[in-house]
């Protein structure tokens, strides 16, 4: 079973707890107006590697994944596009005593009765799902990132009801992202959602602009500034006002 994978980071240490072998794929259906991997977003290029291939690779770094309670995390672009290769290649983690991780936008999710089948066997090898919520406001995310985001809160709430472990993301954009209202509204639906063990708030950067630039794009939010500390704060503040953080 082959993967079409962009890129991999052998000591990843913010996709996931501990140090982590992280796998970039290709393929992404959204296109958001933020994305520092706009290279990825492409279906159906970028390198093919074979489960065994990365399992061989990742061998070498388990010591230190081990000792620092670390991992593999498989990112994108959207993962969930090549979910036979996930589930390959959980599989053969799991044998190997390796957590698991999906970073996810949820953009592929759907209620179809075969693509449910197989996300039910892949989250039996999943430990954790990272999932980036984008944006609350149903126009306001069309605007963001070119889709509506109905499917993607069906897939928080599918997560819920089978209680995967998830870190929910939020990526604060000044002025996009930032509207007290659509937070408040945010944090209420993570208030109803039982398996949302962390709550991240990702300050917006521009360190994909060159990204855009080398592909011969004009990137949207250039005039934007990343958030002050202060404002991270209050949206992380609001977000969580009615999550049931678990106790440590």
Same mark, same amino acid.
């Given at each position: ?10 000591f990843g240490t913010?996709d ?7 796998i970039?794929?290709?393929?992404c259906?959204?296109?958001c107006?933020f ?6 977003w492409e ?5 093919q ?5 990365i ?9 230190f994944?081990?000792?620092?309670g ?9 993962p969930?596009?090549q ?7 959980f ?14 936008s949820?953009?592929c999710?759907?209620?179809a ?5 197989q ?5 039996e090898?999943t ?21 509506a985001?109905?499917?993607i ?13 998830v ?15 659509d937070m408040a509204k ?12 962390k709550v991240?708030?990702? @300050? ?14 004009e ?6 500034e990343? @958030? ?9 503040e ?8 678990p106790?440590r």
């Amino acid at each position: 079973m082959n993967g079409n994978i962009h890129s991999i980071e052998t000591f990843g240490t913010v996709d996931g707890p501990g140090i982590r072998y992280v796998i970039f794929t290709q393929g992404c259906l959204l296109r958001c107006q933020f994305c520092h991997n706009a290279d990825t977003w492409e279906i159906g290029t970028g390198k093919q590697m074979a489960v065994e291939e990365i399992m061989d690779d990742l061998r070498s770094y388990l010591p230190f994944m081990e000792s620092s309670g670390g991992g593999i995390t498989v990112s994108g672009g959207e993962p969930l596009l090549q979910i036979p290769f996930l589930l390959e290649l959980f599989k053969e983690c799991k044998k190997a005593g390796i957590h698991t991780a999906i970073d996810s936008s949820g953009g592929c999710f759907s209620s179809a009765s075969h693509f449910l089948k197989q996300m039910d066997e892949l989250m039996e090898y999943t430990d954790l799902v990272l999932l980036d919520i984008k944006h609350i406001d149903r126009k306001k995310h069309i605007g963001l990132t070119g889709m509506a985001n109905e499917h993607i809160l069906e897939f928080a709430k599918y997560l819920s009801d089978r209680q995967v472990p998830v870190w929910l993301r939020h990526v604060l954009v000044p002025g996009v992202t930032d509207d007290p209202g659509d937070m408040a509204k945010l944090g209420e639906f993570v208030g109803t959602l039982k398996n949302v063990e962390k709550v991240e708030i990702l @300050p917006y950067h521009k360190l994909g602009v060159y990204k855009w630039e080398t592909l011969g794009l004009e990137y949207p939010l250039k005039d934007v500034e990343p @958030p002050s500390d202060e404002k991270v704060q209050e949206a992380y503040e609001t977000i969580t006002r009615h999550w049931n953080a678990p106790v440590r």
